[in-house]
């Protein structure tokens, strides 16, 4: 009889032994957090600022790993196909899931299958802005000015491909304008040439865009979100012009898929309570982004999907062909 008492309780211990590892026991070593852009920049200092906070809440290290290069696709795939059990995070871009799949022919992750929703962190609305002389000062008049004054704007822009080069062919498709593009290997220089009217417009995130608001050398003419920003409340938004043309940047944070659910949750809770703290909302404030919380990994999942759907019509519509 003791035999098979001993026998069964082997066989209990080996059965346990298969059973995945719950929230409960994670993490019990380190946490990884991809990040696609290199050290020192905006998504590297946000993400640092979040594991510092989320290293506290899990009582384990949270390292950031930069893996920069080809437009956030190193990093991406380098995430996509780490081990799924939640020890590896990725720091995900607007770019890295729901754009390069509309831009680039071939990549090697699939930003849809590979990856799960774990929570949003914040998003960051871009600004047209015009110089002084330009005699215009929103969008309705500017698209007039352009179309009795042909060749007379210029969008000083990152680039056809890059997000304010699509946003200012997308301005132009909806309303029917032809402003023309000059593409900037580095967008300061394509600031200072619209602060010296070489190019009389630019596509700026708030912080850079703000010094030159206050010094009265550009004017805001539209904000590229759906709502206004208190801080610039007589700014009207694209959208009041042109219904449907909204563009903005953001982050959230991803896992590969196949992460067990009850670790996605788990992060979910922390990662809610690091952005609703004051601190963390201010911080991300004065880089120019802003968060409303986590949201849920359901909640997330479906914008990050309305995203991928909004993009494959915004490239459509402007006509670019992925390379």
Not at 129 to 139: D, E, I, R, Y
Not at 161 to 177: C, D, E, T
Not at 207 to 233: D, E, M, T, V
């Amino acid at each position: 009889m003791s035999i098979l008492v001993r026998a069964a309780t082997l066989l209990a211990l080996l059965l346990l032994s298969f059973v995945p590892a719950k929230a409960e026991t994670w993490p019990n070593r380190p946490i990884k957090i991809i990040v696609s852009q290199a050290a020192g920049g905006t998504p590297d200092l946000i993400c640092r600022l979040i594991s510092d906070k989320l290293s506290d809440l899990l009582g384990q290290r949270v390292v950031v790993e930069n893996r920069p290069g080809g437009g956030n696709v190193v990093g991406a795939a380098a995430a996509a196909h780490a081990a799924a059990d939640g020890y590896t995070l990725f720091f995900a871009t607007a770019a890295a899931l729901v754009s390069n799949p509309h831009t680039f022919k071939t990549l090697p992750y699939d930003p849809v299958k590979d990856f799960v929703a774990v929570a949003m962190v914040a998003k960051n609305p871009f600004l047209i802005l015009a110089n002084a002389k330009v005699p215009a000062n929103n969008l309705p008049e500017l698209i007039a000015y352009d179309k009795a004054n042909p060749g007379k704007l210029a969008f000083a822009t990152d680039g056809r491909r890059n997000f304010s080069g699509i946003l200012a062919n997308w301005l132009n498709k909806a309303s029917g304008a032809d402003i023309l593009q000059v593409p900037y290997a580095t967008m300061p220089q394509g600031v200072q040439d619209t602060l010296a009217g070489r190019t009389q417009l630019t596509i700026l995130a708030i912080p850079s865009a703000a010094p030159h608001i206050a010094s009265g050398a550009l004017k805001p003419i539209a904000i590229s979100w759906a709502k206004r920003l208190p801080q610039y409340a007589q700014v009207p938004s694209i959208s009041e012009t042109y219904p449907g043309v909204e563009l903005t940047g953001w982050f959230v944070i991803a896992a590969p898929a196949g992460t067990p659910a009850d670790i996605v949750t788990r992060l979910n809770q922390e990662m809610d309570k690091i952005l609703k703290t004051p601190e963390m909302v201010k911080r991300l404030a004065d880089v120019g982004f802003f968060t409303d919380g986590a949201d849920t990994p359901e909640a997330t999942g479906a914008f990050v999907q309305a995203q991928y759907d909004l993009w494959s019509k915004v490239v459509h519509d402007i006509g670019l062909q992925p390379e």
